[in-house]
């Protein structure tokens, strides 16, 4: 039988791998069971802190014979010692607000200070990870926390999903300029983050709409393109003046963004323009014309643009015959 | 964002092939999904039993005149139908003569009205906020992207109520327990690094989204590979590297789209035999990029790598065995050597499923109970010995066969989620 120091080389790395690799296979089914055993402990504390905390917010609301300041100097030293603690009790929080408005909205509010939550949420969004300062973002938001040069930081944080809640704080938190900070932006936004725009100004701003031409001047493109949009968007009839010009952009998304507005604002002046302009046009602007004579026009406006519309060009043509069609079914 | 009024419509292409036994309800479940502005173009692929009939009377179905026109070249389409029930809008089916999977996606490509396109088997399950997520990727990015994929994920034993998943549920078969380890790895290991890098080269057809003007101006799928769902990505990747236009490929590191994989060895043989002849293919067609600095990582590293780990890899190992066996019997073989070397493969082989396992765990954790995690690490420390060997070689017969010049793609015939294991048929 050969020793160890007598064996080959070959052999002898072999093993070494084959202990290497045997100790990683072991290592990691370990911590695959702690991670498992974590996740289920915590699961269960999450429900229990929940329970607590609902119990906690309704006897601090409702409770009318209590020494309220008792009561959450009690809660804090023994039901938020830990992280999870916190977490959990800011979401109840935040579940229960939404639910009131008001004078408990109020009393939520001054719970979450007396608790020293804000300290909390502060800490996470100087000290923490991307995760955490989009979560600290969101709960202030939700709890109307006024943080706006603090959050104002993050409106061009390279982590998306920062900047998503720092664009819904700006809208939540706003009473009267919920678009304020299109000003302190300093790079395009994505369409998904002017999608989001639009539904926080549709579904979570509670203000007056702002009047979107005062941004179709900005240095951001998308921006520009929002602010066209959105005043499709909200009806903002009177700013059909302003949009017309951007008929002749020399940005594509511009051009294209400014008729489809202006088709929404049913602009019947601007189709002579559309079809003169026709044969210049880019394929993408060109079937965004001929959308628009089905809109605005008639069949007559469409059988002017007829001899420019190439053979070779499948997608326009096919574009241009699907409103034929249209007008044929119509007149039929 | 579901709300929002602003998202971009997608079409979502489902080739059906003799799909009767489900068709209905797959469609149902793709009706329910949550999304604002989505269309449905089931593309009926000369199926021989009653697919189309039970559509036509499921969904109240009627012929429909709008024009359309065949920017990629396809078999005849005998009818296109619409629904004359307002509930089912968004539902259009497409009659023709069959083409094979690749053919009927070019039919819906040239039909579908949408900007987005996504491809899916019509028998896959989707998350109900699948689209969304899909969709995410080509309004975030600086660059224009052309396509992106997410994670599948294996249904087989799930329990399925209204065309959606409800508890997720380990397979009681070895075969499928297999599957999903080879998932895990495949998915949260390969193709989430693959995309950090931005080398994909592979979005799976049952289920990715792309651009559909990016899709036609690379001319569609490819109708001679079965590997259709690799070569169109490498063709449009190559082509947008071709043109020096920026772009990118997105990839959800979300499950967002759950299938049925084969529970019968029959099967997967004839899957894994195509999917070796796909990548074989695919490599051959555009084998100007590898080791073609022109195009970058996937010059460099995507398409070497296929070559060498995906196509050769069954090869080498194939010979490597012969050549084990050959030794055997010549009384040649250093059992020392051999057994060591035995417990290094092995043991690496081992690691890489297991950290594919812990990656699950740490991320996602589908499996809750802690039974089923025991199940998966048993069936990885038996993958070596039974499963890889067989996918081995019927990625062998894979490219012998495609040597031999067979270009049958296979009909899988279905029995559903929830009920028995699938049947292929060539």
């Known amino acids: 039988m050969k020793t160890w120091e007598d064996s080959e080389w070959i052999f002898k790395i072999n093993a070494a791998f084959t202990l290497l690799f045997f100790v990683l296979i072991l290592s990691f089914i370990l911590t695959l069971l702690i991670i498992r055993l974590y996740k289920n402990r915590r699961n269960r504390l999450k429900k229990i802190y929940e329970a607590s905390a609902e119990e906690f917010i309704n006897s601090y609301l409702f409770e009318e014979d209590i020494d309220r300041g008792v009561l959450v100097e009690k809660y804090e030293i023994e039901n938020l010692k830990t992280n999870l603690q916190k977490k959990v009790f800011l979401k109840s929080l935040v579940g229960i607000n939404e639910n009131f408005k008001g004078e408990s909205s109020i009393a939520l509010k001054k719970l979450f200070h007396q608790l020293n939550l804000d300290a909390f949420l502060l800490k996470n969004l100087q000290k923490g990870d991307w995760d955490k300062q989009s979560r600290a973002i969101y709960l202030l938001a939700e709890l109307s926390i006024k943080k706006n040069n603090l959050v104002a930081t993050f409106l061009n944080a390279k982590r998306m999903e920062v900047r998503e809640q720092a664009i819904y704080y700006y809208l939540k938190v706003s009473t009267g300029k919920p678009l304020e900070f299109f000003s302190r932006l300093t790079t395009d936004l994505t369409p998904w983050e002017l999608i989001y725009v639009e539904d926080s100004l549709k579904y979570y701003y509670e203000g007056s709409m702002p009047d979107f031409s005062k941004w179709l001047d900005h240095k951001l493109i998308s921006i520009v393109i929002f602010s066209i949009k959105m005043i499709a968007q909200f009806d903002q009839f009177e700013n059909i003046p302003k949009v017309i010009p951007f008929v002749d952009h020399p940005d594509e998304k511009v051009r294209k963004q400014a008729i489809k507005t202006l088709c929404k604002l049913s602009c019947h002046d601007i189709l002579g323009k559309l079809i003169d302009k026709f044969p210049k046009e880019s394929t993408v602007i060109k079937k965004e014309i001929i959308s628009a004579i089905m809109q605005l026009g008639i069949r007559v406006d469409l059988l002017a643009i007829k001899t420019h519309v190439s053979e070779n060009d499948w997608s326009t043509k096919l574009a241009f015959e699907r409103v034929e069609q249209h007008f044929n079914k119509l007149t039929a | 964002m579901l709300q929002s009024s602003s998202l971009p419509p ?8 003799n799909e009767e036994a489900n068709v209905v309800d797959n469609v149902r479940s793709l009706l329910t999904l949550n999304y604002p502005f989505y269309e449905i173009v089931i593309i009926n692929d000369g199926s021989k039993d009653k697919t189309l009939e039970r559509l036509i009377k499921s969904f109240n179905l009627v ?13 005849a389409i005998n009818a296109v139908y619409v629904s004359k029930n307002k509930s089912f809008k968004n539902l259009k089916v497409v009659d023709k003569i069959n083409g094979g999977k690749a053919d009927a996606l070019n039919a819906g490509i040239n039909i579908c009205k949408n900007e987005l396109i996504c491809s899916i088997d019509v028998d896959c399950i989707l998350e109900g906020d699948a689209l969304l997520k899909m969709v995410k990727p080509f309004l ?5 992207v052309i396509a992106a994929g997410g994670i599948i994920r294996i249904a087989n034993s799930c329990v399925v109520e209204h065309g959606r998943i409800v508890e997720v549920r380990l397979p009681d078969t070895y075969i499928a327990r297999a599957q999903i380890i080879e998932y895990f790895r495949a998915f949260l290991m390969g193709r989430m ?16 989204m792309f651009d559909k003007n990016a899709v036609m101006e690379a001319g569609g799928y490819n109708t001679n590979t079965v590997g259709e769902d690799m070569e169109l990505l490498v063709r449009m990747r190559r082509r947008m590297r071709e043109k020096g236009e920026p772009y990118s490929v997105g990839f959800i590191p979300d499950p967002l789209c759950w299938t049925e994989v084969p529970q019968d060895w029959r099967v997967l043989h004839r899957q894994r035999n195509r999917w070796a002849r796909g990548t074989a293919e695919t490599l051959s067609i555009h084998r100007k990029m590898i080791f073609n600095p022109k195009y970058r990582i996937l010059g460099l590293l995507s398409t070497p790598y296929w070559l060498f780990f995906e196509w050769m890899a069954p090869i080498v190992e194939f010979f490597g065995l012969a050549f084990f066996i050959a030794l055997l019997f010549l009384g040649q073989l250093n059992w020392v050597f051999a057994l060591s070397f035995f417990l290094v493969a092995y043991c690496f082989s081992v690691l890489y499923s297991i950290t594919a396992l812990f990656f699950e765990e740490y991320s996602f954790q589908q499996y809750k109970k802690t039974d089923q995690t025991f199940k998966l690490i048993v069936a990885a420390f ?30 899988m015939v279905r029995t559903g989620l929830g009920k028995q294991d699938i049947n292929e048929t060539e």
């Open chain 2, 140 to 144: 975030s990015g600086k660059k224009k």
């Open chain 2, 382 to 411: 038996l993958e070596p010995f039974f499963y890889h060997p067989f996918v081995i070689w019927a990625a062998l017969k894979g490219n012998i066969d495609l040597l031999r010049g067979r270009k049958a793609w296979g009909n």
């Open chain 2, 10 to 17: 997608v079409s979502i292409l489902a080739p059906a092939f």
């Open chain 2, 63 to 75: 012929e429909d005149d709008t024009l359309y026109h065949n920017f990629i070249e396809t078999q």
């Open chain 2, 193 to 208: 690094a693959w995309s950090r890098i931005d080398g994909l080269l592979l979005i799976s057809g049952a289920f990715g």
